[in-house]
């Protein structure tokens, strides 16, 4: 059967060009009184709006400027083409609006909702400029990012490491005091050796304009290390710091002939001579030759990355945990169909689900800000933040579990005489099973991949450790961090997805 | 036998479902009450398990008061009367053997049950009920695996577990095509003719009824508006038939039968 309404024509109040008129002076206005009020209410908004937010743009634009002539020239010339089109889009849909009012007056007359798409360009238009899109910035500075981008990508050599064994061996030299130069090491058969000459001499200085006046060139000169070897040169000062000199901003090292020998020229080190130091002052030239032994071993940074990937796991283990034993009674309480039997359970159904949502609408993050604070820094904050929010959300998936409830099964299941016991056993928990263990894991879930986010505000787990590798630059160690999330959230995902598809 | 002394229902929003009706029901009877949605059939059978409460009146199944029956009394009184439904209520996770074997629970200890713990012999009568409406090779599917008419004989197969004196049937066949509330309700006149157990039914369709019942009650707005017995559902008249199901009610024959209001 077909259905054929009649619709009543709402004859408009003014005739044409008083709407037009109307729609001049307060664009929808014309419309309003055409007996369109929607359409003309829209309009009104829409082209306030419109007006408002180009106002505010402009005056951003050409601040520091006074009156409203200066500032819109001075915007025209940061923003030619943004401010030009707002203003000739403002323009055109007000003339379009008043063709419009003119229109609507005629009852017969189809609507026309091009218009509609028009505000919806200088919406967007508006956004563009608003939010500071600039297609140019995502090529001009791609280099940069990419630095630290294909360390993070790519940051497996910072995830292994080795023991090392050092071949060592010293000279001693005498510096910016009088006196004999101190004994050319003794030589033993098979054991690395190092002399220099001369023995004694001036440390490289500062002078007054910070320039380096630079110290006495002494030779150094080593046997029986390692053949063909880079070869650390190490300076030691009176009280036995140790530290690499540079030279022109490199540190001083040289490669061991074939026999384990070398020679090598250096400029005796900037090293500030404390005036309280008295008597001779001994420094010792060292050269160290480090090499790796053994097989590789995981690195600082590995080891710390999955020892905190399980902190972070189980923080979502245990907030979800938590968050079911307190949400499950209190789902309860906000599920409309067990607490519409009088006002009383009403007001309590209406105020739980009134805090669920304020607490929800809190994103975990703030929680933890609030639990650092409350608990002190560490996984226990990071674990009260995503039950609170836990609490809330499972709250609210559960109790509208319930609310969605078959009751047929109930009824069938209280007509064969059981208990009430009974029925919830046979009728309630098996309808509740499937989507109570859903919305669990999917919360096990968000709860790790919110618990890697947590530890940026203090709240333990592996985002401590990834924001304090990104503020040292170590994009590498970051980047371990990055791929044992990326991983663990990876796995988290299919395994949840395989339990659900189990029980529902 | 079942007697019911003017029932009355008002539900809290003030409708009133039952307006004192009072009808027996002998042993072995198949009782159909007819009538539009809306006119009290279900509140009716739902107030004999007192699965609804009846606000006034009272409902006597052989000599006892179900109406003034207390929480213990009431699941004893319950597991003698059988209950089958439109959407058939099933647990639809739970097998068809699990869902069978529910229809015992009245019998046995609650605390065993919680652990799905069934004496020995349930198992046996549970899958002998189920040979009954011919499922047999369905019992370890899930409920929900099984179409319309199969799951309509899960619910008989329950509530023969119960070994009913009565059987309340909710528009059983309302959800089925034609040919399959035949064979339903043939399960039901079978029960009834060699089991003596009495059928308190709910139907929409004229001719299922001049089938099947032995008498009719007709119910508009809650009261009763018709009383027959099969030679006179026989005779029924379009005028009858009118003040029962209002003024734009046709008939509709079997073949029709789909196309028919729900």
Redesign the interface.
Known sequence: MSIIIKQEKKQSFVNAPTAAILSIILPGLGQILARRVQRGLLMFGAMASIIGLLVWRITLLGRLEDGFWPSLFKSLDRAPLFVGFGLLAIAGLWLWIVIDAAKQTNPDKQFGNSIFVLILVVFFTIGWQISEIDLVKLTSDANEAWVPLSKILWPWEAAVTHDTDTVEAGAKVLVDSEGPAPPVPEKSEGEPYLRVSPRKGELSKLDEDNQVIPGTVITVYGENFEPNTRTQIWWSDSIGNEFRPRYQGEYVSVMTDSEGSFEKEMIMPYRLIPPSAKGQQIHEVMARQVSQVGPPLPSQPLILTIELIIETIFMGMMATMFGIIFSVPISFLAARNLMSTSWITLTIYYLTRTVLNIVRAIEPLIWALIAVVWVGLGPFAGIVALTIHSIAALGKLYSEAIEGINPGPIEAIQATGATKLQTIMYAVVPQMIPPFVSFTIYRWDINVRMSTVIGMVGGGGIGFLLVQYIRLLEYKSAGIAVWFIALTVAILDYVSAEIRQKFV | MLEIKNLTKIYPDGTLALDDVSFTVEDGEFLVVIGLSGSGKSTLL?CI?R?IDPTKGQIIMDGQDITAAEASEL?????K???I?Q????????SVLTNVL??????IN?WA??LHKYPPGAKKEAMAALEKVGITDQATKRADELSGGQRQRV?IA??L??NPSMM?ADEPVASLDPVLAHTILGYLEQLNHESHISVLCSLHYLDLVQRYATKVIGLRDGQVVYRGDREDIRKMTDGQFKEIYGEEAIRVNAGELNQGEQ
């Open positions: 739902r398990n699965l699941r004893r009184i319950r597991r009367i059988g209950m439904f959407h058939f209520n099933l647990v639809d996770r739970s529910s229809g015992k629970l009245g019998y609650p049950s919680l619910g329950r509530a577990m119960q309340l």
